[in-house]
Protein backbone atom coordinates (compact mmCIF):
# COMPACT_ATOMS: atom_id res chain seq x y z
CA UNK A 1 0.00 0.00 0.00
CA UNK A 2 2.87 2.64 0.63
CA UNK A 3 4.61 1.70 -2.15
CA UNK A 4 1.61 2.23 -4.57
CA UNK A 5 0.82 5.53 -2.43
CA UNK A 6 4.84 6.74 -3.21
CA UNK A 7 4.62 5.58 -6.99
CA UNK A 8 1.43 7.89 -7.24
CA UNK A 9 3.38 10.45 -5.81
CA UNK A 10 6.20 10.06 -7.95
CA UNK A 11 3.48 10.33 -10.94
CA UNK A 12 2.08 12.99 -9.83
CA UNK A 13 5.65 15.17 -9.50
CA UNK A 14 6.82 13.81 -12.83
CA UNK A 15 3.26 15.02 -14.52
CA UNK A 16 3.54 18.55 -12.80
CA UNK A 17 7.07 18.81 -14.32
CA UNK A 18 6.22 17.45 -17.47
CA UNK A 19 3.15 20.17 -17.44
CA UNK A 20 4.81 23.08 -16.80
CA UNK A 21 7.65 22.37 -19.38
CA UNK A 22 4.67 22.10 -21.76
CA UNK A 23 3.03 25.10 -20.93
CA UNK A 24 6.36 27.19 -20.57
CA UNK A 25 7.37 25.93 -24.23
CA UNK A 26 3.67 27.29 -25.50
CA UNK A 27 4.59 30.50 -24.13
CA UNK A 28 8.11 31.03 -25.52
CA UNK A 29 7.17 29.70 -28.91
CA UNK A 30 3.52 30.80 -29.67
CA UNK A 31 4.23 34.29 -30.51
CA UNK A 32 4.76 33.97 -34.41
CA UNK A 33 4.73 30.82 -37.09
CA UNK A 34 7.07 27.55 -36.44
CA UNK A 35 8.89 28.72 -39.39
CA UNK A 36 9.78 31.83 -38.20
CA UNK A 37 10.24 31.03 -34.69
CA UNK A 38 12.51 28.02 -36.51
CA UNK A 39 14.64 31.13 -38.57
CA UNK A 40 14.77 33.15 -35.11
CA UNK A 41 16.43 30.48 -33.10
CA UNK A 42 18.93 29.54 -35.71
CA UNK A 43 19.96 33.50 -36.34
CA UNK A 44 20.10 34.08 -32.58
CA UNK A 45 22.71 32.09 -31.79
CA UNK A 46 24.56 31.86 -35.08
CA UNK A 47 25.08 35.78 -34.46
CA UNK A 48 26.37 35.07 -31.09
CA UNK A 49 28.94 32.86 -32.41
CA UNK A 50 30.22 35.29 -35.44
CA UNK A 51 30.60 38.40 -32.64
CA UNK A 52 32.67 36.05 -30.37
CA UNK A 53 34.60 34.59 -33.83
CA UNK A 54 35.26 38.62 -34.63
CA UNK A 55 36.49 39.83 -31.52
CA UNK A 56 39.06 36.70 -31.56
CA UNK A 57 40.17 37.43 -34.30
CA UNK A 58 40.63 41.43 -33.94
CA UNK A 59 42.42 39.96 -30.49
CA UNK A 60 44.52 37.04 -31.56
CA UNK A 61 44.75 37.35 -35.46
CA UNK A 62 43.55 35.40 -38.16
CA UNK A 63 43.83 31.87 -36.65
CA UNK A 64 40.77 30.37 -35.66
CA UNK A 65 42.14 27.09 -35.41
CA UNK A 66 43.81 26.65 -31.94
CA UNK A 67 42.87 24.89 -28.93
CA UNK A 68 42.59 27.89 -27.24
CA UNK A 69 39.74 29.01 -29.42
CA UNK A 70 37.99 25.99 -29.63
CA UNK A 71 38.09 25.48 -25.46
CA UNK A 72 36.52 29.04 -25.86
CA UNK A 73 34.25 28.63 -28.70
CA UNK A 74 33.02 24.86 -26.70
CA UNK A 75 32.83 27.19 -23.27
CA UNK A 76 31.25 30.11 -24.80
CA UNK A 77 28.09 27.25 -26.82
CA UNK A 78 27.50 25.18 -23.69
CA UNK A 79 27.18 28.33 -21.23
CA UNK A 80 24.14 29.62 -22.87
CA UNK A 81 22.36 26.42 -20.90
CA UNK A 82 23.35 28.06 -17.74
CA UNK A 83 22.06 31.18 -18.49
CA UNK A 84 18.34 30.18 -19.44
CA UNK A 85 18.04 27.75 -16.76
CA UNK A 86 18.62 30.90 -13.99
CA UNK A 87 16.12 33.06 -16.32
CA UNK A 88 13.61 30.45 -17.17
CA UNK A 89 13.64 29.04 -13.36
CA UNK A 90 13.29 33.19 -11.52
CA UNK A 91 11.50 35.24 -14.08
CA UNK A 92 8.27 32.74 -13.98
CA UNK A 93 7.37 34.56 -10.53
CA UNK A 94 7.62 38.06 -12.21
CA UNK A 95 5.90 36.89 -15.25
CA UNK A 96 3.40 35.27 -13.18
CA UNK A 97 2.89 37.68 -10.61
CA UNK A 98 3.54 41.01 -12.78
CA UNK A 99 2.21 40.78 -15.94
CA UNK A 100 -0.57 37.47 -16.13
CA UNK A 101 -1.60 37.97 -13.09
CA UNK A 102 -2.23 33.83 -12.75
CA UNK A 103 0.59 32.87 -9.81
CA UNK A 104 -2.26 32.90 -7.13
CA UNK A 105 -3.85 30.20 -9.06
CA UNK A 106 -0.64 28.29 -9.95
CA UNK A 107 0.43 28.60 -6.15
CA UNK A 108 -3.06 26.95 -5.14
CA UNK A 109 -2.68 23.97 -7.41
CA UNK A 110 -1.81 20.69 -6.49
CA UNK A 111 1.15 20.92 -7.88
CA UNK A 112 4.35 21.72 -5.94
CA UNK A 113 5.40 25.04 -6.69
CA UNK A 114 9.41 24.02 -6.92
CA UNK A 115 8.31 21.74 -9.31
CA UNK A 116 6.47 23.95 -11.53
CA UNK A 117 9.52 26.68 -11.63
CA UNK A 118 11.97 23.31 -12.35
CA UNK A 119 9.39 22.31 -15.25
CA UNK A 120 9.74 26.28 -16.61
CA UNK A 121 13.55 26.08 -16.50
CA UNK A 122 13.54 23.24 -18.35
CA UNK A 123 11.26 24.38 -21.18
CA UNK A 124 14.39 27.46 -21.72
CA UNK A 125 16.67 24.81 -21.57
CA UNK A 126 15.53 22.76 -24.45
CA UNK A 127 15.20 26.05 -26.42
CA UNK A 128 18.82 26.62 -25.28
CA UNK A 129 20.10 23.09 -26.32
CA UNK A 130 18.72 24.04 -29.83
CA UNK A 131 21.01 26.81 -29.75
CA UNK A 132 24.00 25.09 -28.44
CA UNK A 133 23.54 22.30 -31.22
CA UNK A 134 23.56 24.75 -33.67
CA UNK A 135 26.21 26.66 -32.99
CA UNK A 136 28.41 23.26 -32.53
CA UNK A 137 27.26 22.36 -36.06
CA UNK A 138 28.63 25.57 -37.50
CA UNK A 139 31.71 25.10 -35.12
CA UNK A 140 32.44 21.88 -36.87
CA UNK A 141 31.84 22.68 -40.27
CA UNK A 142 32.24 26.34 -40.93
CA UNK A 143 35.51 27.25 -38.17
CA UNK A 144 36.70 23.75 -38.65
CA UNK A 145 36.91 22.69 -34.66
CA UNK A 146 37.96 19.44 -34.13
CA UNK A 147 34.94 17.94 -32.96
CA UNK A 148 33.53 14.71 -34.56
CA UNK A 149 30.73 12.12 -33.54
CA UNK A 150 33.15 9.59 -32.91
CA UNK A 151 36.06 11.82 -30.41
CA UNK A 152 32.90 13.04 -28.24
CA UNK A 153 32.91 10.97 -25.04
CA UNK A 154 29.11 10.41 -24.73
CA UNK A 155 28.85 9.13 -21.29
CA UNK A 156 31.05 11.90 -20.00
CA UNK A 157 29.42 14.26 -21.87
CA UNK A 158 25.39 12.97 -21.22
CA UNK A 159 26.58 12.91 -17.33
CA UNK A 160 28.22 16.35 -17.28
CA UNK A 161 25.21 17.79 -18.58
CA UNK A 162 22.73 16.38 -16.29
CA UNK A 163 24.89 17.57 -13.32
CA UNK A 164 25.14 20.61 -14.42
CA UNK A 165 21.31 20.63 -15.08
CA UNK A 166 21.33 20.00 -11.70
CA UNK A 167 23.73 22.74 -10.49
CA UNK A 168 21.91 25.18 -12.87
CA UNK A 169 18.56 24.58 -11.28
CA UNK A 170 20.02 24.74 -7.37
CA UNK A 171 21.52 28.36 -8.52
CA UNK A 172 17.69 29.21 -10.14
CA UNK A 173 16.06 27.63 -6.86
CA UNK A 174 18.11 30.39 -5.13
CA UNK A 175 17.49 33.00 -7.46
CA UNK A 176 13.84 32.39 -7.53
CA UNK A 177 13.28 32.31 -3.64
CA UNK A 178 14.14 36.70 -4.31
CA UNK A 179 11.62 37.41 -6.94
CA UNK A 180 9.06 36.97 -4.20
CA UNK A 181 10.32 40.12 -2.69
CA UNK A 182 11.38 41.71 -6.03
CA UNK A 183 9.53 44.11 -8.78
CA UNK A 184 9.89 43.66 -12.03
CA UNK A 185 13.11 45.12 -12.19
CA UNK A 186 13.99 41.49 -10.20
CA UNK A 187 14.33 39.91 -13.46
CA UNK A 188 18.02 41.16 -13.66
CA UNK A 189 19.09 39.27 -10.98
CA UNK A 190 19.28 36.15 -13.09
CA UNK A 191 21.59 37.86 -15.43
CA UNK A 192 23.34 39.82 -13.05
CA UNK A 193 24.63 36.25 -11.59
CA UNK A 194 24.83 34.48 -14.71
CA UNK A 195 27.56 37.28 -15.81
CA UNK A 196 29.32 36.92 -12.29
CA UNK A 197 29.29 33.06 -13.26
CA UNK A 198 30.59 34.12 -16.91
CA UNK A 199 33.37 36.21 -15.62
CA UNK A 200 34.55 33.81 -12.58
CA UNK A 201 34.10 29.97 -14.47
CA UNK A 202 36.31 30.30 -17.15
CA UNK A 203 34.21 30.78 -20.12
CA UNK A 204 36.11 32.79 -22.51
CA UNK A 205 39.82 32.49 -20.75
CA UNK A 206 41.71 29.97 -18.41
CA UNK A 207 41.02 30.43 -14.98
CA UNK A 208 44.69 31.19 -14.67
CA UNK A 209 44.31 34.14 -15.84
CA UNK A 210 42.42 35.70 -13.11
CA UNK A 211 43.90 37.12 -10.47
CA UNK A 212 44.65 35.02 -7.14
CA UNK A 213 41.55 36.00 -5.08
CA UNK A 214 39.11 35.43 -8.29
CA UNK A 215 40.39 32.02 -9.02
CA UNK A 216 39.84 31.01 -5.54
CA UNK A 217 36.63 32.08 -6.07
CA UNK A 218 36.09 30.19 -8.95
CA UNK A 219 36.80 26.76 -7.44
CA UNK A 220 34.45 26.89 -5.04
CA UNK A 221 31.72 27.22 -8.05
CA UNK A 222 30.42 23.95 -9.51
CA UNK A 223 30.24 25.34 -12.93
CA UNK A 224 34.04 25.52 -13.01
CA UNK A 225 34.59 22.42 -12.88
CA UNK A 226 31.04 21.87 -15.07
CA UNK A 227 32.94 23.58 -18.13
CA UNK A 228 36.40 21.81 -17.95
CA UNK A 229 33.98 18.19 -18.07
CA UNK A 230 32.36 19.71 -20.93
CA UNK A 231 35.46 20.51 -23.05
CA UNK A 232 37.38 17.44 -21.78
CA UNK A 233 34.40 15.51 -23.10
CA UNK A 234 33.97 17.24 -26.48
CA UNK A 235 37.39 18.19 -27.21
CA UNK A 236 39.46 15.81 -25.95
CA UNK A 237 42.21 15.88 -22.56
CA UNK A 238 44.70 17.22 -24.94
CA UNK A 239 43.22 20.15 -26.34
CA UNK A 240 40.65 21.37 -23.16
CA UNK A 241 44.31 21.73 -21.42
CA UNK A 242 45.32 24.92 -23.03
CA UNK A 243 42.82 26.00 -20.53
CA UNK A 244 44.70 25.77 -17.64
CA UNK A 245 44.13 26.42 -14.03
CA UNK A 246 40.73 25.09 -13.52
CA UNK A 247 41.03 21.68 -12.83
CA UNK A 248 44.47 19.23 -13.58
CA UNK A 249 43.20 15.61 -11.87
CA UNK A 250 41.33 12.78 -13.57
CA UNK A 251 38.70 12.56 -15.18
CA UNK A 252 36.96 10.47 -12.40
CA UNK A 253 38.42 12.94 -9.68
CA UNK A 254 36.86 15.78 -11.76
CA UNK A 255 33.57 14.01 -12.18
CA UNK A 256 33.42 13.18 -8.24
CA UNK A 257 34.13 16.76 -7.65
CA UNK A 258 31.49 17.75 -10.10
CA UNK A 259 28.99 15.46 -8.64
CA UNK A 260 29.38 17.05 -5.20
CA UNK A 261 29.19 20.75 -6.08
CA UNK A 262 26.28 20.31 -8.11
CA UNK A 263 24.46 18.16 -5.48
CA UNK A 264 25.18 20.41 -3.00
CA UNK A 265 24.31 23.37 -5.28
CA UNK A 266 20.62 21.43 -5.67
CA UNK A 267 20.15 20.78 -1.99
CA UNK A 268 21.15 24.17 -0.89
CA UNK A 269 19.51 26.21 -3.76
CA UNK A 270 16.37 24.38 -2.50
CA UNK A 271 16.27 24.84 0.76
CA UNK A 272 16.89 28.81 0.21
CA UNK A 273 13.97 28.66 -1.83
CA UNK A 274 11.92 27.13 0.67
CA UNK A 275 12.58 29.95 3.23
CA UNK A 276 11.69 32.58 0.76
CA UNK A 277 8.82 31.19 0.01
CA UNK A 278 7.93 30.21 3.47
CA UNK A 279 8.76 33.82 4.19
CA UNK A 280 6.46 35.15 1.85
CA UNK A 281 3.44 33.19 2.69
CA UNK A 282 3.88 34.19 6.11
CA UNK A 283 3.93 38.05 4.75
CA UNK A 284 0.99 37.47 2.25
CA UNK A 285 3.00 39.06 -0.91
CA UNK A 286 3.07 35.41 -3.02
CA UNK A 287 0.64 37.34 -5.56
CA UNK A 288 0.81 40.83 -4.75
CA UNK A 289 1.73 42.74 -7.76
CA UNK A 290 4.64 45.42 -7.58
CA UNK A 291 2.83 47.62 -10.83
CA UNK A 292 6.28 49.64 -10.83
Known sequence: MAVAVQAAQVRHRITSVRTAFWL?????????????????????????????????????????????????????????????????????????????????????????????????????????????LILMGFGRTVLGLPVSLHSVNWPMLSS????????????????????????RHGGAASEAVAGVLYLLCGVLYPVSTLPPWAQRVSRLIPLTYWLEALRRSVLGSETAAAFTGAYAGRDL???ALLTLGSVASLAIGLLVFKAGQAAATRRGIIDTAQDY
Not at 40 to 56: T, V
Not at 160 to 172: D, P, Q
Open 24 to 132: GWQMDSNWTDPFLFAVYSIIKPLSGALILLFIYRVAAGPAIGSAFFSNMYVGNAFFALVGQMLLGMSWVIVEDREFFRMIRYVYASSSPYHLYLLGRGLSKLAISAVSV
Open 160 to 183: TVLLGVLCAAGLGYAIASLQFFMA
Open 253 to 255: SLM
